[in-house]
C-alpha cells in the first residue's frame, strides 16, 4: 500500500473529512483526522498492520506495544502480522503506565505502534513506561505522521502515510473570514 492509497482508503471511510473544524484543542482547521473510522473494518486494519509489519520482520521484535486508546487497534494488527505478543500502556492519573499484570523481560525488543503521531507525546510517554519496566523499545511506527517528519521519540520512526492537516488559532482562521463558523467533529446533526 502506497501513501496514496491510504490516504485514500481515509477519504473513503469518511476518516479524513474536509471543512472547517473546531478541534479538542480550540485551534480550527480545514481538515479533520478520526483514524477509528478507517480501522472499522478488519481486512482493511489487517492490510495496515501488514504494511507496518513488513519494515520489521528482520527486526528481532519480541512484542508490538501501543500507548491506548488510539494505537490498540493497530498495534494489534502489525502484532499480529509479526506473529508476536501485543500489549499496551494506559494513561492513570494522567501518567501512562504499563497495567494489567503485563510483564517485559529485561531486553525484551518492543516496536511501539500508533494510529496516528502528531506531537509524539503520546508514543514517547509509552516508551518511558516500557524502558521504566526493563523493555527495549527499538522503533516506532504509525499509519499516519502529522508532524511532517519532525516528531522526535527517541527511536527509529516510520510511518505509512504523511498529512498535513494546518491548524489555526481563532484570530489566525482563513476559514472564519467569511463569518463562516467551524463545527466541531462528531457533532454533526
Ligand atoms: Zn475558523
Not at 81 to 93: D, G, I, P, S
Request: one cysteine or more.
Amino acid at each position: 500500500m502506497n501513501s496514496e492509497q491510504i490516504l485514500q482508503h481515509f477519504i473513503e471511510t469518511n476518516a479524513l473529512l474536509e471543512g472547517h473544524f473546531l478541534l479538542s484543542s480550540g485551534l480550527h482547521s480545514p481538515k479533520y483526522l478520526q483514524c477509528a473510522l478507517a480501522l472499522q473494518y478488519p481486512e482493511d486494519t489487517a492490510r495496515f498492520g501488514k504494511a507496518i509489519a513488513k519494515h520489521y520482520l528482520q527486526a528481532g521484535i519480541d512484542t508490538v506495544a501501543s500507548p491506548a486508546i488510539g494505537g490498540l487497534v493497530i498495534g494489534y494488527a502489525v502484532a499480529a502480522a509479526l506473529n508476536v505478543r501485543f500489549l499496551w500502556t494506559e494513561r492513570q492519573n494522567g501518567q501512562m503506565t504499563l497495567r494489567r499484570g503485563f510483564n517485559l523481560k529485561p531486553g525484551e525488543r518492543i516496536l511501539v505502534v500508533e494510529d496516528v503521531i502528531t506531537t509524539g507525546g503520546s508514543t514517547r510517554e509509552c516508551i518511558a513506561a516500557l524502558e521504566e519496566n526493563g523493555g527495549k523499545v527499538v522503533a516506532a511506527a504509525s499509519i499516519i505522521d502529522r508532524s511532517n517528519g519532525i516528531a522526535d521519540v527517541g527511536v527509529p520512526r516510520i510511518a505509512l502515510a504523511s498529512l498535513d492537516v494546518p491548524s489555526y488559532s481563532e484570530a489566525e482562521c482563513p476559514l472564519c473570514v467569511n463569518g463562516d463558523r467551524p463545527i466541531k467533529p462528531g457533532s454533526r446533526a
